[in-house]
Structures are given as C-alpha cells and as structure tokens.
C-alpha cells in the first residue's frame, strides 16, 4: 500500500475523531436545553418559530406521543412532496422545462427522500425543475436527516434518564436539530465548496458546441446548497445523475475529502453525545471504536481488492501484463482525479453511513469490493450509520448484546443499570429482523418477477448482486445504485418504496417503543456480578453480534451472488 494512502487514511481519521468530541459535547447541550455559543443568535429565532407553531418547548410526550407526531409530520411532508414532483412542469423555476414525474415514480421519489433514503430512479438534471430540488429535495434532505437526529436523541434519553418523564418533544427536537446543527453547519460547508468551484446558481442551462462540433446541453443549478446538506444529513440523492462523481458537484480531490468527512462527522459526533448523555463517556467511545473497527474493515477489504485489479485483464493480450494493470488496480467506473483511496474511502463511506452519496459506479467494482459495500448497508445501519440511524441501530445491537452477555453467565441483563425486558427484546428483534426481512423478500420476488428480472443488464451472480443491491439500498435507507439495473419501472418504484418504507418505520417504532419502555426504569448500582458495557470487552462482543447477525442472514445469497462471481473471475470467467 503506497504510503500516501497511509496517510491519506490516517489523517482523514484522526479529523474525525477531533472533530467527534466538541460536535458529540456540544450537541449533548443543544438537546438537553443548556447553553452554547450559538444561542445569542439562534434563541431568539427558536422562540418565535414556537410562538408561531403553537409548540410547548418544555412539553414532554410519550413514546406513542412522540411516534404520533413524527408518522404525522412524515405524512404531511409525503403529500407535500409528491404534489410538487407531479406538478413541476406546471410551476416556475423549470429551466429545463421538465415535465411532471409519473405517479410510480413520484411515489417513489417522495417516499425516498421523505425517509432520508434519497434513491433516484432517475436523472436529477433531467427529471426534476430547480423549484424541486430547492422547494422540495433540499428541504427533505434537512427534515428528514432532523427526524433521525430526534429518534437518536429520544432513544438516548430513555435510556440514560434516571427520572420518571417522557422522551422528549419531537417538535423541539426537530428544530433544535435544524436550527442548532444541520444548517449551519451546512451553510458553511456550502460556501466552502461554492469557492472550491460547486456551483450555484439558477441560470438557464447552458448550451455549447463541443471540439467534434456536436451541440451540448450543460445543466446548471444550485447545487452547493444541496450537496452540503446531502453529504452532512447523509442523504445521498444527487443534484446531477452521476451524483458525487459529477465535476460540479464534486470538483477535485479537496472537495472530496471534505465531503466523505461531512457523511460521518455527525454520526461520530452523536455517539460522543450518547457518552456525555449518559454520564459516562466511555460509553460513547465504545460506541464509536466498534463503528470504527467495522468501518476498517470494510475499508481494507473495498480498498485492497481494487486495487489487485481484475486478473483478466492480464490474459487479455501480450500487450497487457499484471505488471501494467496492478499500480492502478481496478479503474473501471472511477474519476481519475479522486485515484483508488479517495474512491474506496469515499465509497465505504458512504455504504456504511447509509448515506448513498457516490464516486463510482460500484457495479464496475470487483465482485467481493461491490459485496463489501451492500453488506455494509446490510449489516443494519450501524456502521456509523445514517445521521441519529447509525447511534440508535448501535445501540439496539448493545442491548441484544447485554441480552446474550445475561443468557451466558445466567444474569438478567442491563444497560446503563436498566433491566432489558421480555418486551424491549421483542422490539428490538422485530427492528433487526423487519430490515433483513424486508431485503431478502423484495429481493426474492423481484429475482422471480419476469418483469423485474427484464430489467436486469448482466446475467448470472453478477444480475442477482444487480436485484439484491437495490433491495438492500431501498430497505438500509442507503439510496446508492449498484448499477446495470434499470429501476425506473413500476414494479421497481413500487417495491423499493415500500422497502423504503419498511426500512425507516418498522425501525423507528420499535426503537421508540423501548425508549418509552426504559424511560421509567430504576437504574440500579453496579454489582460484582454486572456485566460492563463501556471497556474493550464489550467492543468486541458488540462487534462479534453485529458480525454474526449479518453473516447469518445474508451470507447464503451472498455466496450465490458476489462471493462465487470472485471465484469465477479470478478463473476467467466474465459476465
């Protein structure tokens, strides 16, 4: 491994563990009411967006309340959005002068960007007007990230709460989640990339006659706005169709490294906030070093296996030698100017932060370096995670661990000093098992529809990898395409919607539901007999439960997809 990736590597994790801790601290404030810097500018604008809501700011709901509140909101936003993506070619700021989405689709694109899944079935330069991608996309892109912070802050407090209450107000959360951390903190990344050459604008799209002499339109668009917001709320949706890869929405090495910082900076942070919450920061950092380890993994794996390039490239002539093909390794569907670390960083990250985001097309990866980033999105959302999804999807993995760590040494399990009951496991099973559930059934009807199947571009494991990424990507709220599969049909737009669906809610509620459950429980002292839950032990038995749960599940129809396309590669067999 050249040196200079080392470092690259190294110097992008020691930022994000720097930048963790204020962000985790400050954060921690936010929610819990206290003072911060901010509050001079910000408190004022706070009250009055209460005053005009008619919002109690020291109200406190139920976990049903606060469930309530976040399916209501989630609805309105829907029909808000699917309205606007119907009716766009009849609305201003359309310098395309694209046409209304079809009703598939529109559900489709609603439903995604509303559960922060941002999958796009389609263009984003050709299929949505400027009007959508402000009005609509972008506003989605900040609430839908906002209600994942809440749902993490919620879970949070009915753990760590020694007190009798509630879990919080989803209305306060919700704003304070906008207002205190993701538009500032988006405004300045926005700026930043706007000097570093993203553009934005609302200018017409610019026509231009190419050095063949065709003519060419070049799309324009506020696009610096959005790219923040989608990289920070780990959204992913792309202003352009090739996303990240696009020169204006991602021009140069800098910029990317700024922007696979932005997809994990919050999700770290949030961990650090879960510490301090806790009282006990420790928790926190176990948290994180697991999200770490796993993100390691995952890196080595993407990174050293694109880098040993395809092998038959090597057999394809005498002009080409193994020699010539392993210093760049696997280039395929990669932007030169990003080179092999800044692509498997980018794209590890994004796969493991749910966010959907991308550089390459991973459907040009080498089988095990694609299968690597869809059991990153499979694995449950955890590594890292979407931003507030990764820390509460961790710490239902923590509690189902405290519950085998109990079962071996014959204890009732704890966390945190609260006793994990007979109804908190069945929450937290029906959150893991409605994720794997709901990927391997769309995946399965989907690879025995005729419909489904047409769409499919490569045949054999290849073609099944194609059909069981965008189950994975639509139900893990990731959003990235694998590629070579033309999802823009309805059975797909319908399918992956509900999977959408199923992945975001069939998560959240449970997750509620054992905040409600554990909100009011006694903390009791640590004996002799407590099993800890913030050292290097508990990391690793963290880790191990993740690592079982996934392996389990998945690895059967990951052995009939990218892990036998390995070994028919390596063998020199092609599809």
């Not at 976040?70 to 009716?87: D, G, H």
């Not at 207002?179 to 609302?202: D, E, F, K, M, R």
């Amino acid at each position: 491994m050249p040196v200079n990736d080392v470092a690259y590597f190294i110097v992008y994790f020691v930022l994000l563990v720097a930048a963790a801790v204020p962000l985790g601290i400050y954060m921690k404030r936010v929610f819990e009411g206290e003072r911060t810097f901010a509050h001079p500018v910000l408190e004022p604008v706070e009250r009055v967006v209460y005053r005009v809501t008619g919002v109690d700011p020291e109200g406190d709901m139920s976990w049903t309340g606060y469930a309530a509140a976040l399916l209501a909101f989630t609805m309105a936003c829907f029909v808000v959005l699917f309205a606007l993506l119907r009716l766009q070619g009849f609305l201003p700021l359309n310098a395309g002068g694209v046409p209304g989405m079809t009703t598939a689709l529109a559900f489709n694109t609603a439903v995604s960007f509303v559960t922060n899944t941002n999958w796009q079935a389609y263009a984003g330069e050709a299929s949505a007007s400027y009007l959508t991608q402000m009005l609509g996309l972008t506003w989605q892109n900040f609430v839908s990230a906002a209600v994942g912070i809440s749902v993490a802050v919620a879970f949070a407090r009915g753990l760590t709460r020694s007190v009798c209450r509630g879990i919080g107000n989803f209305w306060v959360d919700l704003v304070r989640s906008l207002l205190y951390v993701l538009i500032p903190i988006s405004l300045v990344l926005a700026l930043v990339l706007v000097s570093q050459g993203v553009i934005q604008n609302v200018s017409p799209f610019t026509s231009v006659t190419t050095l063949e002499g065709a003519s060419q339109t070049i799309a324009q668009g506020p696009v610096a706005s959005q790219e923040a917001i989608k990289e920070l709320g780990t959204n992913g949706g792309g202003f352009f169709n090739a996303n990240s890869a696009h020169p204006y929405e991602n021009p140069s090495p800098l910029t990317n490294f700024l922007e696979t910082f932005a997809i994990l900076v919050i999700p770290a942070g949030l961990t650090m906030m879960f510490g301090k919450m806790a009282g006990n920061m420790r928790q926190g950092w176990v948290l994180l070093a697991a999200m770490f380890v796993l993100f390691a993994v995952g890196l080595t794996a993407i990174y050293g296996l694109e880098r040993a390039g395809n092998p038959n490239l090597a057999r394809a002539g005498a002009d080409i030698s193994a020699a010539a093909d392993r210093p760049g390794g696997n280039m395929e569907g990669k932007e030169v100017r990003f080179g092999q670390a800044g692509t498997a960083l980018f794209e590890n990250a994004t796969t493991a932060a749910s966010c959907g985001a991308v550089t390459a097309s991973h459907d040009s990866m080498t089988p095990l370096a694609g299968g690597m980033t869809m059991l990153n999105i499979a694995l449950g959302e955890v590594i890292f995670g979407g931003v507030g999804a990764g820390l509460y999807g961790m710490l239902i993995f923590a509690i189902l661990s405290v519950f085998i760590a109990g079962l071996m040494v014959g204890r009732t399990p704890e966390y945190l000093g609260k006793k994990i009951g007979p109804t908190d496991m069945k929450l937290a099973m029906l959150a893991i098992l409605a994720l794997e559930a709901g990927i391997l059934v769309i995946a399965g009807i989907s690879a025995v529809t005729p419909s489904a199947v047409a769409s499919v571009l490569n045949a054999g494991p290849h073609g099944l990898t194609e059909i069981l990424y965008a189950a994975t990507s639509a139900v893990g709220n990731n959003g990235s395409a694998f590629g070579g599969l033309s999802a823009n049909t309805t059975f797909y737009n319908v399918a992956l919607g509900i999977g959408m669906l199923i992945g975001r809610y069939l998560f959240i509620v449970p997750v509620l539901g054992i905040a409600g459950s554990m909100a009011c429980k006694k903390v009791a002292p640590p004996t002799s007999g407590t099993f800890p839950t913030d050292g290097p032990l508990f990391t690793g038995l963290l880790i191990g439960v993740i690592v079982i749960v996934g392996a389990l599940t998945f690895f059967p129809v990951y052995a009939l997809g990218p892990i036998v396309e390995q070994f028919m590669m390596n063998a020199g067999t092609l599809f």
